[in-house]
């Protein structure tokens, strides 16, 4: 008789590959994720909130987002997170640091080697002993230019077989995907002319996970990851990795299963291994990556940064609001990633609807006169849609509606303030803890539009920047750091703690979190307007006998009969517990 591993192995198997024998696949990726002489547990961890805390967050960076053409980009990236994060946040994602030949490094051209250019594996290594380490695992597609691709044209095995195929003629007319360009790319090879498919770019063409071939090349990368001090493994693209000629080509169920897989062995590894997918897609169906507490342990929020960036340019936290009150908490065991800015756009798929059209327009804008980009979508029948708004999250924020006023950095800290305080893991792009501006000597050359915001900063700028508490950079890391920093000491933060989403203003975006032990209260507000609000106490109905403090400020909110006040960006968390 199988035990519960080995039988939830071929049950998966059998799942993605039912013409393939179960038993054998299994075996073989029982030895491409254990190889040699490493064992796996005897039991699999039970989903639990044991993995994170509150004193959990991130910090999203590329490898070369701080240089000084003298040393390794690696190097300098460890020495700022020592001197300014250390012991303000505990977890780093590197994004793709492998050779590559497009897109920042998502179109992978050697996935066993570190980018020169940024250091080595040591350098890596290093990161990842002082730091919760996350990596991309970026599993749909390879460079047009790697060896793998290389291999396919020549004919040679197993590549021959590791790309996915289709054909001009073949009903391709409802394949979702997040860019504009044709799908597929006619190549010469050995055995003839060749259409491959690709989803992102011509230069990221995608592989054909019907070869098991491909599912255990990628477990043997997995595996080097965590070898490497990985701890956190992110599932780049993975919505789109199963396709089939005449569907939507993505969220099919073997790409469910293959995730459901991955997590089996996340679970049954002796390192503690946690599993995130990346699905920009709207709410529900990026929610369907939890699964039943089997798939991914953490999912991106990804509505938040649309609705969060509407809310502090229109002044209103309605649909934030009616939003957040619809989403479910997070499973046992799974907890939300939540974020503003990240080194891609702001996502608009996430905000269907939710947002209504109008209120899109009027953002997309807004973020135009505040310099930046839209970029767009495919849909069916040739038509086109906007994908994401490519700019600084700081830079998008340097007014409202209105256009641009003197609350720039009281309304951006606002923003960032509100990642914190809800359930979930907050995690912060490196160049909105920088408030760096948009980028468009970049954006012109390398003519993408995401470049904007993808800045490279000069390492001794950086520090004088630092250095000057008139500069942005340094007033909001400075803030920024203050509030991670307390949001650590507060069991009421943990992402598993309970949550509820307060409906009091219009201008107030609140939630009241609660401690698992039920010991803490914090009710966090947050004025997301150029206005002063003054609040009824008795909205809150805060328990009487408890002292209530305001945790930013240090102020004891008083009795009912006097009104909670807030400046204009002002943000408030009022808990029983100081």
Not at 216 to 233: S, W, Y
Not at 277 to 288: C, D, Q
Not at 465 to 482: I, N, Y
Request: proline share 6%.
């Amino acid at each position: 008789m199988k035990d519960p591993f080995g039988q939830r192995l071929s049950d998966l198997v059998r799942q993605i590959y039912p013409d393939l024998d179960a038993d054998i696949i299994g075996s073989q990726i029982v030895d491409a994720f254990w190889p040699d002489d490493r064992h796996r547990r005897k039991r699999g961890r039970k989903p639990g909130n044991g993995f994170w805390s509150e004193g959990d967050t991130l910090v999203i960076t590329y490898g070369n987002s701080i240089v000084d053409g003298a040393h390794k980009p690696l190097d300098l990236l460890r020495d700022f997170l020592d001197r300014n994060l250390k012991g303000v946040t505990n977890g780093v994602h590197i994004l793709p640091f492998f050779p590559f030949t497009s897109d920042d490094g998502f179109a992978v051209s050697d996935y066993r080697a570190v980018n020169p250019i940024l250091g080595d594996w040591s350098d890596i290594q290093r990161i990842g002993g002082e730091f919760k380490l996350m990596s991309d695992l970026v599993l749909n597609h390879v460079s047009s230019q790697s060896a793998w691709f290389h291999d396919y044209l020549q004919g040679h095995a197993p590549y021959d077989r590791f790309f996915f195929e289709a054909t001009p003629e073949d009903d391709l007319g409802d394949v979702v995907r997040p860019r504009t360009s044709p799908l597929l790319r006619e190549v010469e090879t050995a055995q003839g002319t060749k259409h491959v498919w690709c989803t992102f770019s011509h230069d990221q063409v995608d592989v054909d996970f019907r070869n098991p071939e491909v599912l255990l090349e990628f477990l043997r990368i997995m595996r080097m990851h965590v070898d490497n001090g990985v701890r956190i493994i992110r599932l780049d693209a993975v919505a789109f990795v199963w396709k089939e000629v005449g569907t939507n080509c993505i969220h099919l169920p073997q790409t469910h299963a293959i995730v459901r897989l991955m997590r089996l062995l996340c679970d049954y590894a002796y390192e503690p291994v946690i599993l995130l997918t990346e699905t920009n897609v709207p709410s529900l169906e990026n929610l369907s990556y939890f699964g039943n507490r089997n798939e991914a342990h953490v999912v991106y929020n990804f509505s938040l940064p649309p609705l969060l960036l509407h809310a502090m340019l229109s002044g209103t936290a309605r649909y934030l609001v009616r939003w957040q009150a619809a989403m479910p908490p997070a499973q046992l065991g799974c907890a939300y990633l939540n974020f503003s800015a990240s080194h891609d756009g702001v996502g608009m798929r996430p905000a269907e609807g939710i947002l209504p059209e109008d209120q899109k327009d009027a953002m997309i804008g807004a973020v135009r006169r505040y310099g930046g980009e839209v970029s767009m979508r495919a849909l069916g029948g040739g038509r086109e849609s906007p994908y994401e708004l490519n700019i600084t999250f700081f830079e998008a924020l340097k007014g409202t509606l209105k256009g641009e006023d003197g609350w720039h950095v009281e309304r951006f800290v606002a923003s960032q303030t509100i990642v914190m305080a809800l359930e979930g893991i907050p995690a912060f792009y490196i160049h909105a803890l920088l408030a760096t501006p948009n980028d468009h000597d970049k954006v012109a050359k390398t003519g993408m539009k995401r470049a904007i915001n993808r800045h490279h900063w000069d390492y001794p700028t950086l520090r004088a920047l630092l250095k000057d508490p008139e500069s942005h950079t340094s007033q909001v890391l400075t803030a920024l750091k203050e509030r991670i920093r307390l949001r650590g000491k507060q069991p009421a933060f943990h992402p598993n703690a309970t949550q509820f989403t307060l409906q009091i203003d219009d201008r107030i975006f609140g939630v009241w979190r609660q401690s698992l032990d039920r010991d803490q209260s914090i009710f966090a507000l947050h004025n997301v307007s150029d206005e002063e609000v003054e609040l009824d106490p008795a909205v809150l109905n805060l328990i009487e006998g408890d002292t209530w403090t305001d945790l930013i400020s240090g102020e004891t909110i008083a009795g009912a009969e006097y009104p909670i006040e807030f400046a204009p960006y002002q943000c408030r968390w009022i808990s029983n517990r100081s």
